[in-house]
């Protein structure tokens, strides 16, 4: 079925038209219909398979229709999610899908002055994408009224949904009209988060739409190889070095470590950017821009940015570190194979980082294929990015050994 067949607005299929989009991907087939007959949908998807695509298309339809019948000042959706960098990639795809229609979508976060937030408010605004902190500022202050809000979406709702932001999804719950349609989106879910989802819609009915079960895209050749902690970034070097002009992401598990590794790479004369909790967001923006526009290829992040990055063209994603959380597995991998392209995620898992491993595996109901490197080659990569540290190394093996010549040499006296 192709979107011309939809009943979608004519403005919307223009967009998509323009945007090479003939037919929906298989969660926007599943979802768009129910979306469109305005039920409550908790759907889950891989990564880079079109989730956003899936609300924004039927909601800017629904909105769009809606406003050439009645014109409204008031926001009539809310979308819910948990990072800065999430939240200005759903707004650029309301803008690139809506930009024929009449409809009005503002980005509201922290981390920026709110004046210029303020202002654009004040001249209305239909669909407000948003994290919760800043919003919840704006509301108390009297710049955002929910009471009409027609549509509720949290995508990512696994993490929406979990004990770090679950009180402020219920506090967002008590300003919103009980008519209305909520939309849960996301790539992970259990049955714990389920749950909380049916309770926030009461006795309505819910329709789940299912991916397939394994989380990870079919376009990610996704496998672990078992390195040292204080070896990851020999390999790392060696990796980047071997694929020059290829996008890289490189996930660490703290900010410290995201600045160790840039240092790292820079003494081995690589180009990084960082992104990563510590950042302004102006700084943020800068870097991510920079990055999608490949003034530099190697990203080094956090996992602050695991559900928000959609740069198109990255063809290696790097977990330097194993993610503490198994599900950020998933986000993470997720940034490369969108759409139709393919990509590869390969993993540094160090002694340590064992049992992170059995987690993640436990997920995704299966082992990680492993690329297992011969001991030679492993002490060659090391010895090329280091070389003097297996020159100490055999300085005091050998004397160690001439020590224990000596030994025995005393001991035949």
Not at 12 to 27: A, F, V, W, Y
Not at 204 to 212: D, E
């Amino acid at each position: 079925m192709k979107f011309e067949e939809y009943n979608i607005a004519p403005e919307i299929k223009k967009s998509l038209n323009e945007m090479g989009l003939r037919r929906p991907t298989d969660i926007q087939f599943k979802s768009l219909p129910a979306i469109l007959n305005r039920e409550d949908v908790l759907a889950i998807a891989q990564t880079g398979t079109g989730k956003t695509a899936a609300f924004a298309i039927p909601v800017l339809s629904y909105l769009h229709e809606r406003k050439k019948i009645k014109g409204t000042d008031f926001i009539r959706c809310v979308v819910m999610v948990p990072t800065r960098e999430l939240a200005l990639q759903i707004t650029d795809v309301f803008n690139t899908i809506g930009k024929y229609t009449q409809v009005s979508t503002l980005c509201v976060f922290g981390g920026v002055e709110q004046d210029a937030q303020i202002a654009k408010l004040s001249k209305g605004v239909d669909i407000l994408v948003t994290t919760p902190g800043r919003m919840f500022d704006l509301v108390s202050q009297g710049f955002i009224n929910l009471s009409r809000i027609e549509v509720l979406v949290l995508d990512e709702a696994d993490r929406m949904l979990d004990p770090r932001f679950i009180s402020d999804v219920k506090d967002l719950i008590k300003f919103l009209p009980k008519q209305r349609q909520t939309l849960f989106f996301s790539a992970t879910i259990d049955n714990k988060i389920k749950k909380l989802a049916y309770s926030l819609v009461g006795n309505k009915a819910l329709r789940i739409q299912i991916s397939p079960k394994d989380p990870v895209s079919r376009n990610v050749t996704h496998f672990v190889t078992f390195i040292e902690m204080d070896d990851k970034r020999f390999f790392l070097e060696k990796l980047i070095k071997e694929n020059p002009g290829q996008k890289m992401l490189v996930f660490v598990r703290t900010k410290v470590r995201a600045e160790r590794v840039h240092k790292a790479m820079e003494r081995a004369g690589i180009e990084t950017g960082t992104l990563h909790g510590d950042k302004e967001q102006k700084e943020r923006i800068r870097v991510l821009n920079d990055f999608r526009e490949g003034k530099f290829h190697i990203l080094i992040a956090t996992d602050v940015s695991a559900r928000g990055i959609d740069v198109s063209g990255v063809q290696f994603v790097i977990n330097y570190d194993l993610p503490e959380d198994p599900e950020n597995y998933v986000h993470r991998i997720g940034r490369t194979g969108r759409g139709t392209q393919k990509g590869q995620a390969i993993s540094f898992c160090s002694k340590e980082e064992k049992p992170l491993l059995t987690e993640i595996e436990n997920l995704l109901g299966k082992k990680i294929d492993t690329l297992k490197i011969n001991k030679d080659v492993y002490k060659e990569i090391v010895l090329e990015a280091q070389p003097e540290m297996y020159k100490l190394d055999e300085l005091l093996k050998e004397a160690e050994e001439l020590e224990e010549k000596q030994r025995k040499k005393k001991k035949g006296k």
